[in-house]
């Protein structure tokens, strides 16, 4: 049971990091198009000509670029939990039909469980890469 909950909080660890990193991200992409906006207003008000905005904003500016990074996070959580999964389970199946207790034996089987969970998960993560 102890070794559940570590592999838990090493999960949810990883998780909420790169949930930190996804929103610096989004804090310095958002000061940075405070900064450019502040810059256009000022060279209006002193009459200094400015270019128009593209139609196309760069990738920095564009919610394309947000969007994706969220599929990034999503498939890095998904390999992170598959793998911590896949191996957990992996390391209860052997604990279970090596032990030499009677009752242990019987429920090996239970080991499947994370360890298709984890295969699902590295699946899903290797199906949503770019092409």
């Known amino acids: 049971m102890e070794i559940i909950l ?5 999960a949810l660890g990883y998780v909420g990091a790169v949930a930190a ?5 989004h804090n310095a992409r958002v000061q940075l198009r405070r900064m450019v906006h502040d810059e256009r207003i000022r ?8 270019d128009e905005i593209p139609e196309e ?3 920095w500016m564009s919610d394309a670029a947000a969007s994706g990074s969220w599929l990034r ?3 890095i959580s998904a390999l992170a939990i598959g793998l911590v999964l896949l191996l957990g ?6 604990g ?4 030499g207790d009677d009752e242990l034996n019987k429920v090996w089987s239970m080991s499947l469980i994370p360890i298709m969970a984890g295969i699902g998960l590295l699946l899903f ?3 949503t890469r770019a092409a």
């Open 96 to 99: 279970l039909t090596l032990a």
């Open 57 to 59: 904003l760069p990738e």
């Open 6 to 10: 570590a592999a838990l909080a090493l």
């Open 125 to 127: 993560h290797r199906l």
């Open 43 to 50: 060279a209006m008000d002193k009459g200094i000509p400015i």
């Open 73 to 75: 996070i999503v498939r």
């Open 21 to 25: 990193e996804s929103h610096a991200r």
């Open 89 to 94: 389970g992996t390391g209860a199946l052997a």
